[in-house]
């Protein structure tokens, strides 16, 4: 251990502790010790204090608590004369820089000093619900500021990314870097990797975030790059993300400090990267970081910690940027990163696409407006479609990849074309019933090309390709070489052969797409048909037990995974192509109560597979034995006794419900991977599953629900009520532009008749 960190890390928490105090005391004499301290859009009130402390900070009052305890994890910096290995000091000094640093982002939220403002600077995505019309994005104006925390929401749609592997782990970089063009070279090297990129803090003032921003990088949840904050404390979000997915997946509870840290160590890969000088107060806040097994890079001249136990390899590394082996800055930069992914162990897995743009899943949600266009296929003007079909092993003819009908180079600026992608497979495991689960794929893989937008699916596919895109030689061709790699490195189990014709030649395209479209058809019928009771195994999903541990999602025909991306044909598909991995078939066996849905084989599982937590699971019922939830459910159903129904929230939805919280709050009580009654995650388009609560029934129980389901599912609802017998069932639900509590939704249900009124007791 370096007495040199121990001094500059203590001294930097003695600092930022007296700091916080004094914020504190000020902020309670100017606004009193009940002014509301809250972060956005999180039911884990200050994630670091809950987690380390157990205390739910709602008040002003209550962060003299958390100071007090960063108080006492202090102790005096070392004597010259004195020599004590220091380790269990400098982390005790990291957490309560920790705790420190979150209380003083806190108090800055209540003064609007959080998230910082940028002037002039667009978030990418942000929160915000991003409109398909990609047109109407650039009209709106730029938001003008950092992104600060990072809320519930966003960090339960990168759950399953982060839990099945996509999303190996995040990078917090706190600093500048050497220049800007090794700024962008480091975020493009993680990004390429898909590891979350969390910006923060400067060197004499400038910021990573300052570089990237002048470099024309896009900054933002959708691009896997956040910046939080252009001083160091704002590095406290990173620490708060890191804390609340042991909470949220993990199952853990406010104040089990010692386990958060142990299940970040374990299970989240992170590390921090330190550009620049390192002062003492980026010293204290690494030795935070420390404490969650997060090692520390750093691209200067500092002293190195080596591996004690508390990461997994060496704590602190240096790495002097101009000494890193390299003909350029360029190749300066990939090898910093690729150490610090050595230091952390970080596990990633990238197929090599030989396109001539960048490509990685952070270019997934990359917008393409209309005037950095240079062509489009599809959308209003045009149509493209896509087609995925099994053919005989020898039909196809691996890698090749044809072009019928004119290339886009004809077509004027921003203009548009017609294009059909059509994908033959064969191999010796591919099955006809795994056409759709390959061809839903097509939309991720196009997507990750930067300069690429791709919407939709089938015939309603809309693909935009940037003039930048084609600048660097992307044509035509590059959708097949796309495809053709990554379904060989993510489907090589059943596919053995691929072989793309992109088509614009018209008599062509038509007789190809009259072809998908009986196809289409063919499988929308096979799916009605492919109901519970017509096969005689599920399947287990086991993938989130990398961050919730007792969690399993069991997934028939008629109830998808509660992530939403998981039907009972991935499912298969997934176990075909790894037998042993995550989705395992669960013979059905002896049917126990049909209605209920309880058969010997998913109540055998349910015990093994949740290591004994559960003994039991009824599939169709939310009031007895309900499946539990892990932490990435698409809605949340919730019972509302007062009006004999159950409610269901999206996790868009950020509005108060009638059950007095919002999805943040229930999340907190349906994840866990424990059984509560009454409380249940859901995919969305369970709702619209005639087996949906069946047991308790069915779809006429809810009447409350989030207008965002409303309005993305009206085709589906609108064949539920149809089903139900009652075309305006729909109508007869409340949703929070209508009825925010339970008092107003009784007289509202009454008025519009709702069924559940008059249905048998559901408790
Ligand atoms: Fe996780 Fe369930 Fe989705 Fe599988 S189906 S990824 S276990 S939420
Ligand atoms: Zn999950």
New binding site residues.
Partial sequence: MSRYIATRAIRGANGLVAEAEAMVSSAILDQGPDTPVAFPNTAYYLPVALGMTGIEVETLGQLSDVVAHARRLLHPVPADHQWTPYLGETLDSGMATLLAAETIEAIRYIDGRQPEVMPGFDLAGGSAFTSPDTDAVAEESPNGHLNGAIDDIQLRSWG?QL??GRMPGFAAIVGCAKSNEVAVQIVRELQRRNILCFLSGNVNGRSIIHQLIEEGVELGYDTYTVPFGTDTISAIYALGFATRSALTFGGLKGGQGREILLYNKDRVFAFVLALGEVDDLKYAAAAGAINFGFPVIADTVIPQILPTGVTTYEHVVSMPFNEIDGVDDLERAERLVQKCIEVRGVKVHIADVPVPVPYGSAFEGEVVRKADMRVEFGGKQSRAFEYLRMAELDKVTDGKIEVVGPDFSEIEPEGHMDLGIVVDVAGRQMEKDFEPVLERQIHYFVNGASGIQHIGQRDIAWIRLSTKATDAGFRLEGFGKILHARFHADFGAIVDKVQVTLVTDPPMLTELLNEARVAYDFRNKRLEDLTDTAVDVFYS????QSFAPN???I?SPERL???G??NWLDCKASFNINPTG?NQPIKLGRSVDSIKGYWEGTNEYAKIGSHGVVDEVAMYSIMENPMTA?G?FECIVMLIPEANGVMVVSREDTSMTPAGMTFSTLAGLAGGGIQTPGVMGVGKFYLASPKFISADGGFKRVVWMSSFLKDSMSDELKVVADLAGDPALIDRIADERLVTTVEELLPWLEEHEHPALTMEAIL
């Fill in positions: 399953i839990v099945d999903c086991t993938l989130c969690h399993v999602c997934v995974g509660l992530c991306a998981y995550p892990c990435c």
